[in-house]
């Protein structure tokens, strides 16, 4: 496996020769105008008011700008910074919707060379630490680690790296989810099976034990080809991040297969 300073430089290097793989603020910052012209709207959902998926769908512009996420440049970064501290356009989220900005900007901060995050399988099963067998115990693979003291946070690139080296497939973006959220994705079907309630509480509070201070919960998808399993391979993983933002658990689960 090549280690995390190999892999930090490569990604510096490819970052050096190919600046275009970046999210580009030509196009992503007219789009999450344009988005929130739209969202503060009469006939919008929230009316003048932006709700927390209007502005999702706003922010997004900044991971898909250049036909797929790609992340969030520096000129995107300083025009969010903007944002941030715009305090009659802070005033027009919602509560969620300014948690979501807030969480998005942390997440996304330009920096794209990740933290060195080393991860280990956690002891005992999947059932075990959920206290209930099934579809997402059996599909869950769960790994855990630090970021050395003085040697970063998880940011977007950290959590992106760490996923792929440790688990073998290569994730989506990371975003932001609230619980209730990462319920709703962790009750879904896996391989046409439905967990049961049991598990889905029992993974929703291992989850959660490492971010239930922090408020620090993200989700995104991967795919693989002979990950795994022979084929074509897919689902989802969670990233529960500590409050000092160096402690971050996963879990990986996988959904379908073919």
Do not use: H
Request: net charge neutral.
């Amino acid at each position: 496996m090549m280690n995390k300073s190999m892999k930090s430089l490569l990604g510096g290097l490819v970052l050096l020769t190919a600046p275009t793989a970046l999210a580009t603020s030509t196009t992503s910052i007219p789009a999450f105008e344009a988005s929130i012209t739209t969202a503060r709207g009469t006939t919008s959902p929230g009316g003048a008011t932006v709700i927390r998926s209007e502005l999702k769908t706003a922010l997004d512009a900044f991971l898909n700008d250049t036909g797929g996420p790609t992340g969030v440049d520096s000129a995107e970064r300083a025009y969010l910074t903007t944002r941030l501290n715009d305090t009659p356009f802070q005033q027009s989220l919602t509560g969620t919707a300014a948690k979501y900005f807030a969480d998005f900007y942390e997440l996304n901060d330009a920096n794209p060379v990740g933290a060195p995050l080393y991860l280990s399988p956690v002891a005992g099963t999947a059932a075990s630490l959920y206290g209930a067998t099934g579809p997402l115990a059996n599909a869950s693979r769960i790994q855990e680690g630090y970021i050395a003291n003085g040697q970063g946070v998880a940011n977007q690139a950290t959590l992106g790296e760490a996923f792929s080296s440790y688990f073998g497939p290569q994730s989506s973006i990371f975003e932001p989810i609230t619980v209730k959220e990462l319920i709703a994705r962790l009750s879904g079907n896996i391989f046409s099976a439905t967990p049961t309630v049991d598990e889905v509480e029992g993974a929703t509070a291992f989850i959660t034990a490492i971010s239930r201070n922090s408020n620090r919960l993200y989700v995104t998808g991967w795919s693989c080809r002979g990950c795994g399993a022979p084929g074509y391979t897919a689902g989802y993983v969670i990233a529960a991040v500590s409050t000092d933002r160096r402690f971050v658990r996963m879990v990986s689960v996988m959904t379908t297969s073919d």
